[in-house]
Structures are given as structure tokens and as C-alpha cells.
């Protein structure tokens, strides 16, 4: 039976326990064991436990191990393998189980952020349908049956009342059909020429290449933690940025650094990150702590993610709220006022 890959969540919950029982000196056979035997829930990962298992006790690495499985994404694999080779696996399960569940994290509020505004959106489009199905109706109804001027005048209001949420209606189905499509590239795999019509839009902009750095950051500390070498480090974590501003600014990081120079000062020259995030580059770099600036630089970076997803968020929500309150309440409104008339005439 074919098996499903391991969320962010699972996989950060797998290395933060085998990097545990390494650091405690147990071997790899046993470690796999215990956990097996903490598991029972059942599951793909109770499954996979079990090819584990039988791949540690044949004499296999972790990683061949992992492999085995089938459940764990492919540069999760490339992390161990390296950690095993530079004998710092300890350190790189750590650093995965951080990763994953960064990412985790960063997923889940940036799907809170989408799911907000689609759920708003949906909210208007439905408020406006029954304002043209029943609502506006019901108010003409009330005009055929009555006579003179003022009923007259008052289909003049009607008409507008009709425009507006008609209108109102159009704009707000256009944009979900809009996002509908987006959502749609995205999963078949057209996620390049999603983010292009993106990076137009300054907001989306910032956040993309925000988020691009975030996970190209996250790599490079974990390539490094497994003793990998800078070049190929930078390199290799360029693949997990997924924006292509960022990746143009990293090649030319790869060319100031073929000249020899180290990632700090070629980041700090080519503005990879902020001025004061550069700065603080250089200083782990020349301290001898360059993994531990580049965790804090990993978590500084999810963080102001986080402050512009919130910003976006805070601009779409007013607009959408402003659009629903204005085109009721002066189609309301446009109703409202003839027949206030004709029982102010009548009074």
C-alpha cells in the first residue's frame, strides 16, 4: 500500500525525538525501537517505524533508513545523510525538527491570513445575492401597489439601489473567480507564474520575498550544521527559496563569494538581507557563531513574515467590511428614502 509523505509537523516531531536519543548515546536499532513502541497509534509513521526498525537492525543508517519509508521529503533525506557523514547528525536532527516546524508555522498563518478574506468575500457575495433576490424585490412589490408621484420618483431609487449592488456584485465575483484561478495554477504546479502576477503587487511582493528568505535562511543553517561547506551550502538552499528575486540575489552572493569572499560579506554587499540583519551577519561570521546568528536571523526573518501577512490582512479586511457596509446600506437607503416620503405625505 502507498504512503503518504509526513506533514511539516510530523517530520519536526520525528527528528526532535531521534535527535533527543542520539544526544542520550543510544544506538540507532534501539532508538528506532523506542520510539516505535511510543508510537502506537497507528498511521503511516507507525508503519514506516517498523521498515525503520528492520533497515537500523540490518545495520543501515538512519538516512537509508528514512529512505526506506518512502514518508520523509527528500531534503530532509539529503540533511541526514550529511549529518551522518560529518558526524553531527545530533545537531542537524535538531535543526530539521526547527525547520519543520517553522515551516509548520508559517503555513498555518498563512492560510489563517487567505482563509479570512476568501471567508469575507463569500460573505459579501452572499449578502448581495439576497439583497438582489429578495430584498429589492420585496420594495418593488410595495411601489406597484401604490400610485402617484411619489411612487414614481421612488422607482428612480430602486434602479439605483439595483446598479450598485449589481455592480458590487460584479467586482466581488470577479475577484473570487480571480483567486479561484490562482488557487488553481498553484496546485497544478504553475506556482511561477502565480507569484510573477504577485510580485506586481507591492504588498504580495514584500511578503513573497520575505518568505523566500525565511526558508532559504532555514536551510542554510541546517546545511551548515552538518558541516557542509559554504559555497555549497549557499548553493543548495538557494533551491529552497522558491522566489525568484531572492535567488538572483543570491547567484550574485555566489559570484562575489567564488572571488573568496565569506557569505556574511557577500550578503552585506549584495543587501541579501536588511542592513541591520547583515550587520549582525558579519558579526557571528567573524565571532565564530555564524549558525547560531543564522537561527536568530531565521526567527527575526518568520517574524516579520508573520508583521506583513498581519499588514496585508489589516488593509484587505477595512476594504472588504467597507464595501459590504456601503453597498447595502445605500441600496437600503436609496429604498428607504421614497417611502419615508409617501408616510411623511400621508401623515
Not at 542520539?22 to 532508538?31: F, K, L, P, R
Not at 420585496?138 to 402617484?148: E, H, I, K, N
Not at 510580485?199 to 520575498?209: E, G, Q
Not at 508573520?306 to 446600506?329: F, N, Y
Request: charge should be negative; include cysteine; charged fraction near 20%.
Amino acid at each position: 500500500m502507498r504512503r503518504g509523505k509526513l506533514d511539516s509537523l510530523g517530520v519536526s516531531a520525528f527528528c526532535e525525538s531521534m535527535a533527543m536519543m542520539v544526544q542520550s548515546g543510544i544506538q540507532m536499532d534501539e532508538a528506532v525501537a523506542l520510539l516505535r513502541s511510543g508510537s502506537g497509534q497507528g498511521g503511516p509513521l507507525e508503519e514506516g517505524l517498523v521498515i525503520m526498525q528492520a533497515e537500523t537492525e540490518a545495520g543501515k543508517g538512519l538516512s537509508a533508513a528514512m529512505e526506506a519509508t518512502g514518508l520523509f521529503p527528500e531534503y530532509c533525506l539529503r540533511m541526514v545523510l550529511a549529518g551522518e557523514k560529518a558526524g553531527r547528525l545530533e545537531d542537524v536532527l535538531f535543526q530539521l525538527a526547527r525547520y519543520y516546524e517553522d515551516q509548520k508555522a508559517m503555513t498555518g498563518k498563512l492560510q489563517s491570513a487567505v482563509l479570512y478574506p476568501v471567508a469575507m468575500l463569500g460573505l459579501i457575495i452572499i449578502v448581495l445575492i439576497v439583497m438582489l433576490a429578495m430584498v429589492l424585490p420585496a420594495f418593488t412589490d410595495v411601489y406597484d401597489s401604490l400610485t402617484g408621484s411619489l411612487t414614481a420618483s421612488a422607482y428612480g431609487y430602486v434602479r439605483w439601489a439595483y446598479a450598485l449592488c449589481w455592480a458590487a456584485l460584479a467586482v466581488m465575483a470577479a475577484l473570487a473567480v480571480i483567486l479561484a484561478l490562482g488557487f488553481a495554477l498553484w496546485n497544478a504546479g504553475k506556482r511561477n507564474s502565480v507569484e510573477k502576477i504577485l510580485h506586481r503587487i507591492p504588498v504580495c511582493a514584500s511578503i513573497l520575498d520575505s518568505l523566500g528568505m525565511f526558508r532559504f535562511t532555514a536551510a542554510l543553517s541546517t546545511f551548515l550544521a552538518s558541516g557542509e561547506i559554504q559555497d555549497i551550502a549557499v548553493a543548495e538552499s538557494r533551491k529552497m527559496a522558491s522566489c525568484r528575486p531572492v535567488e538572483e540575489r543570491i547567484d550574485r552572493c555566489v559570484s562575489r563569494m567564488e572571488q573568496g569572499h565569506g557569505i556574511a560579506q557577500a550578503a552585506y554587499d549584495e543587501r541579501l538581507f536588511e542592513p541591520v540583519y547583515g550587520r549582525m551577519l558579519l558579526a557571528g561570521e567573524r565571532s565564530g557563531s555564524l549558525e547560531s546568528v543564522l537561527r536568530k536571523l531565521t526567527g527575526l526573518l518568520a517574524d516579520h513574515c508573520t508583521d506583513l501577512v498581519d499588514r496585508l490582512v489589516g488593509i484587505v479586511d477595512p476594504v472588504l467590511s467597507g464595501v459590504l457596509m456601503l453597498a447595502v446600506g445605500l441600496s437600503l437607503l436609496s429604498v428607504m428614502l421614497p417611502l419615508i416620503g409617501m408616510m411623511n405625505s400621508m401623515g
